[in-house]
């Protein structure tokens, strides 16, 4: 986001997007933060991605050439309290040198909760109601995920075992089925059923 048109003051979010050319970002922090059809960022990890980004700016800025990895690492180096004060002190003149004025970027260095003002204040972004029904249909889909895992992890580990000679070489035939019993009534259901239908329909007395 650029200066707000109307003359206010922009949020320190605005001012470090401009000043380290990272228009791209503001798009990015909401998709991420909101959940733009993948899984949300926490707030905490979308400030530790932003100052990486501008970390990486200024490097580059300065001329050097640095991997994601070197990003990352010189980043926890420089805002890690558990890192020796040797290895900031190394790093920090490692930068001077490269012409990187490390307190000013320190210093542009933003919190989770600076991004949650930019986001909730200047791009009016806020997070989606709880959908009841899909979380069911998401949830019911991990399950039979990973029951399909348990299916194909078996059935290579049967194979593995018989090409051994560790078991007899036969034709196996995996099948996994979860299935749950109301602690109620004892009625048996695939899990699948269960959820589609919102549970047991006893009346919730116990047999």
Known sequence: MTADSSGGRRTKVERVIDEYGLEEWGDRLEAEWTGDGTDRTSLRDLATQFNQAVLRAAVRDA???????????????????????????RKRRELERSGVDIDAVRSDFVTHQTIYTYLTNVRDASLPEEDTEGRVDRKKETVQRLAGRTQVVTESTLSELSNAGEITDRNYEVFVDVRTICGNCGADYPIAELLDQGGCDCDGDAA
Do not use: P
């Open 63 to 89: 001329g050097e050439s640095v991997l994601d990895t070197d990003i990352e690492s010189l980043y926890r180096t420089l805002a890690d309290d558990d890192v020796s004060r040797s290895d900031a002190v």
